[in-house]
């Protein structure tokens, strides 16, 4: 697989993610879930201001990245270290149904770190750089005439 084919997928992958994400925070919004009851509006708000925030960095990075811009590599990068630990968290505490153990914390880092982690060295390598470069300048790399 060639570093573009790879690119696009990843950003494919980013507006894909983004899309769900954003649906299921929009349409889950259980603002009372038991053991906070009795909070304030915003501390019921920050967790789908959080995810919205990053479902939509998703968004804006895969179609920069389909447009070849080189500012949608760095917000997809942001996005995806942002993932990666809010979305292990969230994953420890699902899994566990309330306060995690550590075993189920170790695991939910690991696989959150895993997931997320592939798509980072994608965006993160040299040859994405380089693509990315090479279409704003208008140079196509490969013989791909896109």
């Given at each position: ?7 696009r ?81 969230a994953?420890?505490w ?14 939910s880092?690991?696989?959150?770190f895993?997931?997320?982690?592939i ?15 090479d279409?704003?300048?208008g ?8």
């Open positions: 697989m060639n570093m573009n084919t790879a690119l997928i990843a950003a494919i992958y980013l507006i894909i993610a983004g899309v769900i994400g954003t649906t299921w925070a929009l349409l889950n919004t259980n603002l009372n879930p038991a053991g906070v009851e009795g909070q304030s509006l915003w501390y019921h708000l920050k967790p789908y201001a959080r995810e919205l925030s990053i479902f939509l960095a998703f968004i804006i990075s895969g179609a920069g990245l389909l447009k070849y811009k080189l500012w949608a590599r760095k917000v997809g990068l942001v996005a995806l270290g942002l993932a990666f630990f809010y979305f292990g968290n994953m420890a699902t899994w566990a149904g309330g306060k995690p153990t550590t075993e189920i914390i170790i695991y880092y690991a696989l959150s895993i997931w997320f982690g798509w980072f060295l994608i965006l993160y390598s040299g040859s994405a750089v380089k693509q990315l470069t279409k704003a300048n140079s196509p790399k490969n013989g791909d005439p896109d």
